[in-house]
């Protein structure tokens, strides 16, 4: 069964003429409503007419992650205010976050690209669906919520967090669909057991997950102790949320939405392609979107494409798992952290000195985030009631920038490790 079976099941033929088309169009589309591609343009000399065909692309300049933050917020708005609807946003570099912005279209169009995955991984009409992503500026809980509604199934916004609660819902209300990170879904299992409850007790049968990295282990796990069938989900907030990429029921790479966000794959350093299937940095084109569209967005993310028959009938091309970044972003509970923000925040504390480290582990299925920072001056170390309170200011302040919790351990000056070269202030254990 398909969402928008001419879509889904294209000739690579027809496929490459729309995307050609719509590129075109979209070229033109963010030269003349922003003014950031436009002076990217002509910087270089290069006018939208010079982009004639797909393989143009390549003279198409970049766009990062940063400059969305020097455009903050609505500095790569193609549209008036008036058209957007809806504003989301993801951690970004700095303590301030990336916006970005929907209108009507955008909306209509995301959960179309939603309600092809959630089909595709076997979703139906009568699903009773828990959201278990945290509702707000996340992109997460919103975007699958509108493509479960899209298909008429039954939506339960439960939000994250208050796991027994989830539990005790999933089974009072007859869940079919969970929708979580792979970790909580996970840490939900092992409430299920500590609970005296089985997957018998529930009725799940399908599991979207996403937002960070999983492996086929993880996934054999979750299979096993929820009784569901997994699928992984790629998306990111730069170009529209979830919904650009999942697995179909064969799980065996993820559909890309690639007639809505045209995908290539580059080598991190030399920022060219990679040959046919090798792995690199994946970089999406937005080419439909109106409210913020990208071109050549640098996700960052490290993967390839698999363009070999689908036995599902998709023809749409698709992504292997996500291997890694090619930046410094770590994922922690499904979010985006970033070692620059963590520092933002130390650094902002007189007492504090120029040393710390940022440990990243798991216990059972839960990342844990552990900060150990050097203090600035010996003498502080004598005043236990000042060092309880300062504990307390700064996992104050890294909560409000990151929006999770840490450990923070106040350490002794000069104790912490040195680093002859560039420091390494991250170990992640997991
Ligand atoms: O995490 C969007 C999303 C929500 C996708 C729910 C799937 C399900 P951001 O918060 O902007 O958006 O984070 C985007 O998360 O660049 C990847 O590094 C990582 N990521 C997202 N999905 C996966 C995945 C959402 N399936 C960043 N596997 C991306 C590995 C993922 N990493």
Redesign the pocket.
Known sequence: MFFEENYETMSRENMSKLQQERLIKMVKYCYDNVPFYKRKFDEINLSPSDIKSLSDISKIPMTEKSDLRDNYPYGLMATHMDDIVRVHA??GTSGKP?VVVYTKADLDMWSDCMARLIIAAGGRKTDIVQVC?GYGL????L??HQGYEKIGATVIPASSGNTERQVMLMKDLGTTAL?A??SYGLYISEVVKKMGLTKDDLNLKIG???????SCEMHAELQDKLGLFPT????????I??????ECACKCG?HINEDHFYPEIIDKDTLLPVADGEWGELVITTLTKQGMPLLRYR???ITRLITNTCECGRTLVRMD??QG?SDD?L?IR???VFPSQIEGVLMSIPEIGGNYEIIVSREGYMDKLAINVELSNSKLLDNFAMLEQLVKVIKSKLKVVLQIDATVSLVEPQTLKRFEGKAKRVTDLR
């Open positions: 993801s951690s990336t992503f996340f992109t997460g809980a975007g699958l929708i990170t792979p979207m997950f996403g937002s960070e990295a999983s992984d989900n790629y998306g990111l907030s730069e170009i949320g979830p919904g650009v990429a999942g993820m996700t960052k993310d798992r996500i970044r972003m994922i499904g979010v985006n």
